[in-house]
Nanobody, 120 residues
Framework: VQLQASGGGLVQAGGSLKLSCAAS????????MGWHRQAPGKQRELAAI???????NYAASVKGRFTISRDNADYTVYLQMDSLKPEDTAVYYC???????????????WGKGTLVTVSS
């Protein structure tokens, strides 16, 4: 499984960005898709995830500002980020927990990361 993310960049505080991540490969089922992030000098943390059934989970720090969605037809996950703050500056990693041929169990996959920088 390969994950290709796009949409990172530089934005002023209060602005918006939209991240996209497309998963490809012999995917049979993508149970969870989402984004984690790692700010400079900090540990990687969950930003937002969404299940195949549409259940979402957000970090408290982004709730109300970020919106996650997915397209189950082509295994793409999106993260709409509004009202961005300087503390949202981080490398954002696409994440998929999926069953892919020839495996019979779920496995976690990570993208390379895309940098989001929010200036004050």
């Amino acid at each position: 499984v390969q994950l290709q993310a796009s949409g990172g960049g530089l934005v002023q505080a209060g602005g918006s960005l939209k991240l996209s991540c497309a998963a490809s490969g012999s995917i049979l089922r993508a149970n969870i898709m989402g984004w984690h992030r790692q700010a400079p000098g900090k540990q990687r943390e969950l930003a937002a995830i969404i299940t195949s059934g549409g259940t979402v989970n957000y970090a408290a720090s982004v709730k109300g500002r970020f919106t996650i969605s997915r397209d189950n037809a082509d295994y793409t996950v999106y993260l709409q980020m509004d009202s961005l703050k300087p503390e949202d500056t981080a490398v954002y990693y696409c994440y998929v927990k999926a069953q892919a041929s020839p495996l019979f169990y779920d496995k976690e996959y990570w993208g390379k990361g895309t940098l989001v920088t929010v200036s004050s």
